[in-house]
């Protein structure tokens, strides 16, 4: 009720404010409940989305519930408990194998009493959680040394030519998403190799399809074999001893992956940022500092442009993927929705004034 009192509020304002303090409140444990609620219950809860919907497009309060959702362009209960109960179903599914919580998944399904446990997996059947990837609570110990981090330029173009301006080793990563492909970008500049071959210092490659990985897995990855290309060819003896010891300097233009580097706790990818971590303590062994930095795609930054260019070649048409890789818990979500919104079926004529109002 205190919401419908704000006046002057955008639909897309109230509805956020609606997301944020009202739903989590009455969506408190759905993920128990929600498969045993009763018919009283459903009206206190179709009231709420009606009273929502009043506040977000200011319809009549005779206006029904379903419509005032539509009208509001919100998530029905039904479907916000869903996504809840998917949430929670693909964290079970994420821990590692000798997590005790592994054994509520792996319990027997019965037909003469069916537990809330079971009716989310029912609910979740066709998410592809067998290849999900699993979080552990830490990469590295938190006594161990961080990496070196350098985000403190907001400005794109001041950032892109302190990275031009920078000596030593550069390595300009970049990720790109197009053609329902996903590809990964990078050039190398400032190495003294011991022979003259130009393509070990540039790299593309077609990752994955856009289904099953994100373009911030996709930078996370591009680092990882930007700096294997240089382990390479340390462990190799292709580096000339001037090398040794030099500053090498990562350049990406996704700002998230610094911070995911930074503190790499319990967050998706920590298989590409363990093994990230395991390159740069590699170099340090040969006296190479390893700094992250952003900078953004600018003409000024030639070596960055030259990995997006490496990147977006990587995702023409025609490319094939070269393996699969595991699948983020937000790919697995953002799958099923999909699929619940082509199952859908509600008319799509509902909402679509407050939709303009929200482009505008």
Same mark, same amino acid.
């Given at each position: 009720m205190a919401l419908k009192r704000l006046r002057g509020l955008s639909p897309s304002v109230t509805r956020k404010l609606f997301s944020a303090t009202v739903a989590p409140v009455v969506d408190y444990a759905s993920s128990v409940w929600m498969h045993a609620r009763k018919a009283s219950a459903d009206r206190v809860l179709k009231r709420v989305q009606r009273v929502g919907g009043q506040a977000v497009v200011g319809c009549f309060k005779t206006v029904g519930a379903t419509v005032a959702e539509a009208e509001a362009n919100r998530p029905t209960t039904e479907e916000r408990h869903l996504r809840k109960a998917l949430r929670m179903w693909v964290d079970l599914h994420s821990v590692p194998n000798a997590h005790p919580l592994t054994q509520l998944i792996r %319990? %027997? !399904?019965?037909?003469? $009493? *069916? @537990?809330?446990?079971q009716r989310i997996a029912e609910s979740a059947q066709g998410a592809p959680v067998e290849e999900l990837e699993a979080i552990r609570p830490y990469v590295s110990a938190p006594w161990d040394t961080r990496l070196d981090i350098v985000d403190d330029v907001d400005d794109g173009v001041r950032a892109a030519t302190q990275a031009q301006k920078t000596q /030593?080793?550069? *390595?300009? !990563? @970049?990720?790109s998403a197009r053609n329902h492909l996903v590809g990964i970008g990078g050039a190398s500049e400032g190495i003294d190799w011991t022979f003259n071959d130009n393509e070990r210092c540039e790299y593309d490659r077609t990752v994955d399809t856009s289904t099953r990985i994100d373009a911030y897995a996709a930078a996370l990855a591009s680092i990882e *074999? /930007?700096?294997g290309m240089i382990v390479d060819a340390v462990y190799a003896g292709a580096l000339l001893p001037q090398a040794h010891g030099q500053t090498i300097h990562v350049f990406t233009n996704n700002r998230a992956v610094l911070? !995911?580097? %930074?503190t790499p706790v319990i967050k998706s990818g920590q298989a590409i940022v363990g093994r990230i971590l395991k390159h740069v303590r590699y170099l340090e062994g040969f006296s190479n500092h390893v700094v992250f930095a952003w900078a953004p795609v600018n003409p000024i930054f030639e070596l960055g442009q030259r990995a997006k260019h490496l990147a977006q070649r990587s995702t023409d048409e025609g490319r094939v993927a070269q393996g699969r890789v595991k699948l983020s818990k937000r790919t697995v979500r953002n799958a099923q929705e999909r699929l619940r919104r082509a199952t859908s079926q509600l008319s799509t004529m $509902?909402?679509?004034? *407050? %939709?303009r109002i929200d482009a505008a």
């Amino acid at each position: 009720m205190a919401l419908k009192r704000l006046r002057g509020l955008s639909p897309s304002v109230t509805r956020k404010l609606f997301s944020a303090t009202v739903a989590p409140v009455v969506d408190y444990a759905s993920s128990v409940w929600m498969h045993a609620r009763k018919a009283s219950a459903d009206r206190v809860l179709k009231r709420v989305q009606r009273v929502g919907g009043q506040a977000v497009v200011g319809c009549f309060k005779t206006v029904g519930a379903t419509v005032a959702e539509a009208e509001a362009n919100r998530p029905t209960t039904e479907e916000r408990h869903l996504r809840k109960a998917l949430r929670m179903w693909v964290d079970l599914h994420s821990v590692p194998n000798a997590h005790p919580l592994t054994q509520l998944i792996r %319990r %027997r !399904t019965y037909k003469r $009493f *069916v @537990s809330p446990m079971q009716r989310i997996a029912e609910s979740a059947q066709g998410a592809p959680v067998e290849e999900l990837e699993a979080i552990r609570p830490y990469v590295s110990a938190p006594w161990d040394t961080r990496l070196d981090i350098v985000d403190d330029v907001d400005d794109g173009v001041r950032a892109a030519t302190q990275a031009q301006k920078t000596q /030593g080793i550069r *390595v300009a !990563t @970049s990720a790109s998403a197009r053609n329902h492909l996903v590809g990964i970008g990078g050039a190398s500049e400032g190495i003294d190799w011991t022979f003259n071959d130009n393509e070990r210092c540039e790299y593309d490659r077609t990752v994955d399809t856009s289904t099953r990985i994100d373009a911030y897995a996709a930078a996370l990855a591009s680092i990882e *074999v /930007g700096l294997g290309m240089i382990v390479d060819a340390v462990y190799a003896g292709a580096l000339l001893p001037q090398a040794h010891g030099q500053t090498i300097h990562v350049f990406t233009n996704n700002r998230a992956v610094l911070n !995911t580097l %930074r503190t790499p706790v319990i967050k998706s990818g920590q298989a590409i940022v363990g093994r990230i971590l395991k390159h740069v303590r590699y170099l340090e062994g040969f006296s190479n500092h390893v700094v992250f930095a952003w900078a953004p795609v600018n003409p000024i930054f030639e070596l960055g442009q030259r990995a997006k260019h490496l990147a977006q070649r990587s995702t023409d048409e025609g490319r094939v993927a070269q393996g699969r890789v595991k699948l983020s818990k937000r790919t697995v979500r953002n799958a099923q929705e999909r699929l619940r919104r082509a199952t859908s079926q509600l008319s799509t004529m $509902f909402g679509e004034s *407050v %939709r303009r109002i929200d482009a505008a």
